[in-house]
């Protein structure tokens, strides 16, 4: 097995790991963060009606300044996405990070969406 499939194999385990635990339901759905090189997207997902309730992107932000750090925006995401959660009267959710660590881009989007009301 080559280095490239065997990263694959090992990030699908740890996904795979993560998500036996948590379960989005209609009261208290699950919100995903999806990490690429350049941008950030987080989605929340009730898992019982498997539907995407809402998804936010870096793209959806405008930003005056382009130049802002990659942190800066992932935090600025995670308000945004409170926010829009907050009108479809979503308060609590389960946080799902997916294959990646608690660290960077990951902990800015919870802590904006902390910041913006939602309960983890």
């Known amino acids: ?28 759905p699950r919100l995903s963060v999806y990490r690429s090189s350049r941008y950030i997207y987080a989605q929340i997902i009730d898992d ?8 936010v992107s870096e793209k959806n932000l405008t930003l005056g300044d382009t130049k802002t750090p990659k942190s800066d925006r992932a935090k600025q995401l995670g308000m945004l996405l409170a926010k829009m959660a ?15 660590t608690y660290h960077g881009r990951v902990k800015a989007v919870a802590q904006g969406a902390r910041e913006g009301g939602l309960q983890f």
């Open 86 to 100: 907050g009108e479809k009267k979503i308060k609590k959710v389960v946080f799902d990070r997916g294959s990646y």
């Open 48 to 55: 019982e009606k498997k539907k995407t309730v809402l998804g």
């Open 1 to 28: 097995m080559n280095s490239k499939n065997k990263q694959k194999s090992q990030k699908q385990k740890r996904a795979m790991r993560v998500r036996k635990i948590i379960r989005g339901t209609t009261a208290m």
